[in-house]
């Protein structure tokens, strides 16, 4: 199972979005076992996969609980191959214990809960909070790969040297497999002068590799979360719905090769 963190400091990127887009593309059009972990406390990516509830247990079990059952935390979605684990406020109040707890090591319970399920998916997706916590550390102790969505606006590159410097201590400190894959810049708008711009800026900055696929601006995304889809369920054709599939092509470029069904890295 190769596992990926979607993060970014910065709130307002379509970070929750591309998490569930690219499992739902990975599950349905490249026939992947996925499973989602939603690890933010407003629990959007569990809302959009009509898997949120308060009674529902979830990432919160997994920061806590010391001998967790990963698969009786692991809910199915409406799509084959597409499995979560949900988050909701009780999450913050999980961080908090984590953080108090000095019995057991603190960064790795995500990486020793999703050993358990290995060998039952192919990829994991973890879409993270807009910030640096004990969640967001043990994601990527636990991930194989980065990913980093942006906007093209005056804050574009906010948080991203103190991103790219967490990743690099967490390689080094906790996690030597941690690749930062590079940044893919979504709500494109090609007709907007200072998006191609934006885009052309962030190419020259060598300390964030950029993706070359865009996720394009649709008037589509915003009613698709209102209807609880991912895109390409909503509206298929629609050009973010093509661009997340091609993103999720240029990604599985990038990886190591491997035998479909086998969850092994």
């Known amino acids: 199972m190769r596992t990926v963190s979607i993060i970014n400091l910065k709130g307002g990127c379509a970070k929750t979005l591309s998490s569930v887009n690219i499992a739902h593309v990975l599950a349905t059009v490249h026939n992947q076992r996925v499973l989602l972990i939603d690890n933010d406390k407003q629990g959007d ?5 009509n898997c949120h509830g308060y009674t529902r247990p979830g990432t919160e079990e997994i920061l806590t609980e010391r001998h967790v059952d990963t698969s009786k935390i692991i809910q199915a979605t409406d799509y084959k191959g597409l499995d979560i684990i949900p988050a909701n406020m009780n999450l913050l109040t999980a961080t908090l214990t984590v953080m108090l707890d000095q019995k057991r090591p603190q960064h790795n319970r995500f990486k020793k809960a999703l050993e358990q399920v290995d ?10 909070a807009p910030d640096i916590n004990i969640a967001t550390i043990n994601a990527l102790v636990a991930s194989d790969d980065v990913l980093v969505p942006v906007t093209i606006d005056d804050f574009a590159i906010d948080g991203l040297s103190e991103l790219v410097e967490q990743i690099h201590n967490t390689r080094e400190d ?9 940044c893919f810049i979504t709500q494109y708008d090609r007709m907007n002068e200072a998006d191609w711009q934006g885009e052309a800026y962030l190419k020259g900055l060598e300390a964030y590799p950029l993706f070359h696929t865009h996720i394009r601006r649709t008037l589509k995304m915003k009613p698709c979360t209102f209807a609880r889809k991912p895109i390409l369920e909503y509206s298929s054709r629609c050009g973010a719905a093509r661009d997340y599939k091609a993103l999720v092509e240029e990604y599985l470029t990038m990886c190591p090769t491997r035998t479909h069904g086998s969850g092994a890295r």
């Open 119 to 128: 060998d039952s998916y192919d990829f994991c997706m973890i879409d993270n």
């Open 174 to 182: 906790l996690n030597p497999d941690l690749r930062f894959c590079g």
């Open 45 to 49: 990516a569990s809302k959009i996969l």
